[in-house]
C-alpha cells in the first residue's frame, strides 16, 4: 500500500477549499495528495451567504450581492446600508465546478469516488477505511462527521440552526433586489427564536427561508406553512417554487479540537469551525483553510493548530442565554442592532474586533442574563 504524504475525506466546502489552496501553492507541489468522498458533489445543493469588506476572494463565483439588508422585530425594524460591507451569496454548484477545475488540472492531487467507513491512527501513520480500500497517509484532514460526541454531552448547550428554503418567481416584480432580509422576526415565536430570512436574486426572484434557532426540528409542513403565511402577509401569491433547500446546521461551542490529533485534524463542520452564535461556516472555513496552509508550512502537529480566542467565550455564554431563554431570542438580536452599528455587528462576528468594540457589543445584549451565564461558567471551570 502506498502512502501518500495527505488525504482529505469528504469534499464539501472545507475539503475542497483547502484542496484548492494546496493546488494553488507551489509548497504542495511535490506533495502526494489524495481526495476521497463518495461523489465530488457538483450540484447546487448548498447556498452560502457572508458578509465582506470589498471585492474578496471568491468574486467570480457570487450569485448576487446586496449593499443593503433588513432587520425587523416588533420593537426595531430598519433598512441598514452596510458599506463598506456587502451581503453575498454564492450557489454551490459553480463554486464546486470552478474549484474543481484548478483541482484538477494537478498532477499529484487524485480523487476516489468512495464512502469513506472510518480513520485509523498509529504511531507514524493513518490508515482511511474506504469501500474501495484502505489508503495510508502521514496527515488526514477530515470533514466527515463521524463523532456525534457534542450532541450526547451536557457540559455545552447544542443548538440547530434549521431551516427550509424556496427559491420562488413571482408574476411581478415583489422584490426590492438591493435588500437581503437578515432577519426578520416579526412572525410567531412560538416559544421559540425564529425568523425569516429573504434574500432577492431579481425583482421577481428570491429565496425565503422559515429558520430557527432552537433544539428541536419541526415537521416539514410546519416550515412551509410559515413561508406561506409570510409570503401571503406580504401580499405576495401568486408564484411558483423553483427549487427549495433544507439545512440543519450544529450551533454549538463544544471543544472539537479535543479530538484533533498529531495526524490526524477534523475541519469545517467536523472540527468546529462553524460559527457557534450565528450558523455561518462559509467564510470561517475560508479563514481556517488559509491559516491551516501557512501552519502546514512550519509545523506537522496537527492538534497544535487551534488555539484559544476570547470569541470561543463569547459564543459560549450567547449560547447558554438562549439555549435557556430561547423566547427571547428576538429581543436579544434587537438590542444588538438597535444600539450597534452594522460594521461593529460585523467585525465582532467576524471575529476582527477590537476590545473596546467587544465592550460595545457586551453592553448591549441583556446584562443580567450573561451575568448569570458568566457565573455559571465559573462554577463549570468553563
Request: net charge neutral.
Given at each position: ?11 464539501g ?40 469588506n ?16 433588513y ?14 460591507y456587502?451581503?453575498?451569496?454564492i ?19 487524485k ?54 428554503g ?39 426572484e ?13 415537521a ?89 480566542s ?73
Amino acid at each position: 500500500m502506498k502512502k501518500t504524504d495527505y488525504i482529505i475525506t469528504g469534499v464539501g466546502a472545507a475539503g475542497l477549499i483547502l484542496a484548492y489552496r494546496m493546488a494553488g501553492d507551489a509548497y504542495f507541489d511535490n506533495k502526494s495528495i489524495l481526495i476521497i468522498d463518495k461523489n465530488k458533489n457538483l450540484t447546487n445543493n448548498r447556498t452560502w451567504c457572508f458578509w465582506e469588506n470589498g471585492e474578496g476572494e471568491w468574486g467570480d463565483f457570487l450569485h448576487k450581492t446586496w449593499p443593503k439588508i433588513y432587520f425587523g422585530s416588533n420593537d426595531y425594524s430598519k433598512v441598514i446600508d452596510t458599506n463598506p460591507y456587502h451581503y453575498k451569496m454564492i450557489r454551490s454548484g459553480k463554486f464546486y465546478t470552478g474549484l474543481w477545475e484548478v483541482i484538477g488540472k494537478k498532477q499529484n492531487i487524485k480523487f476516489i469516488n468512495s464512502a469513506v467507513d472510518s480513520i485509523l491512527e498509529y504511531d507514524n501513520d493513518v490508515e482511511v477505511i474506504t469501500a474501495e480500500g484502505s489508503f495510508k497517509s502521514a496527515k488526514v484532514f477530515n470533514s466527515i462527521d463521524f463523532n456525534k460526541q457534542y450532541l450526547t454531552q451536557g457540559k455545552y448547550p447544542v443548538l440547530q440552526q434549521h431551516f427550509i428554503g424556496w427559491f420562488i418567481k413571482t408574476e411581478k416584480n415583489e422584490f426590492d433586489d438591493d435588500v437581503a432580509t437578515f432577519m426578520d422576526f416579526e412572525i410567531p415565536q412560538n416559544g421559540t427564536t425564529a425568523f425569516m430570512y429573504v434574500l432577492p436574486i431579481s425583482k421577481t426572484e428570491a429565496l425565503v427561508e422559515y429558520t430557527l434557532f432552537s433544539e428541536k426540528l419541526l415537521a416539514k409542513d410546519d416550515y412551509e406553512k410559515a413561508i406561506i403565511a409570510y409570503l401571503k402577509d406580504k401580499g405576495i401569491e401568486n408564484y411558483t417554487i423553483e427549487e427549495t433547500e433544507r439545512g440543519i446546521i450544529p450551533m454549538t461551542s463544544f471543544k472539537f479540537q479535543q479530538f484533533n490529533t498529531k495526524n490526524v485534524i477534523n475541519i469545517g463542520t467536523a472540527g468546529g469551525w462553524t460559527k457557534a452564535s450565528t450558523g455561518y461556516t462559509f467564510m470561517n472555513t475560508t479563514k481556517k483553510t488559509k491559516q491551516l496552509i501557512e501552519f502546514l508550512k512550519e509545523e506537522q502537529n496537527l492538534s497544535k493548530f487551534t488555539k484559544p480566542s476570547k470569541y470561543w467565550f463569547y459564543d459560549l455564554l450567547f449560547l447558554d442565554v438562549l439555549a435557556q431563554h430561547n423566547e427571547e431570542g428576538p429581543n436579544l438580536f434587537s438590542n444588538l442592532f438597535r444600539k450597534n452599528k452594522i460594521q461593529t455587528i460585523f467585525k465582532f462576528l467576524d471575529e476582527e474586533s477590537s476590545l473596546t468594540e467587544d465592550l460595545k457589543i457586551i453592553k448591549s445584549v441583556p446584562s443580567m442574563r450573561f451575568a448569570k451565564a458568566v457565573l455559571k461558567r465559573i462554577a463549570y471551570g468553563f
